[in-house]
């Protein structure tokens, strides 16, 4: 075994289950890389593919447009996820 590896798996698996409240900054960074993939505009971010319903909003509302909205939701959830956070880790 190589102790460096040993060392961080003892380090991740004491950390979450003695603070559970740090799996909230897991959610954030991939609600963060998932604003930015919306940002940017990659498609594979906002489109399902084959998915009529799933693309419903879309096709009505326009790329644009579903991207803005589907973006301040992102904002507003990483707000809530940070709050979350903060007042749990206590």
Sequence with gaps: MDPVSTDSSVFLSGLLPDNPHYGYLIAAVILFVWLIGIICG??????????????????LLGPKTYRFFLGALLVLMLLLVFCLFFTTGR
């Excluded at 990659?42 to 096709?59: A, I, V």
């Design 42 to 59: 990659w498609e594979w971010t906002y489109s399902r593919p084959g998915s009529c319903r799933g693309n419903f909003l879309l096709n």
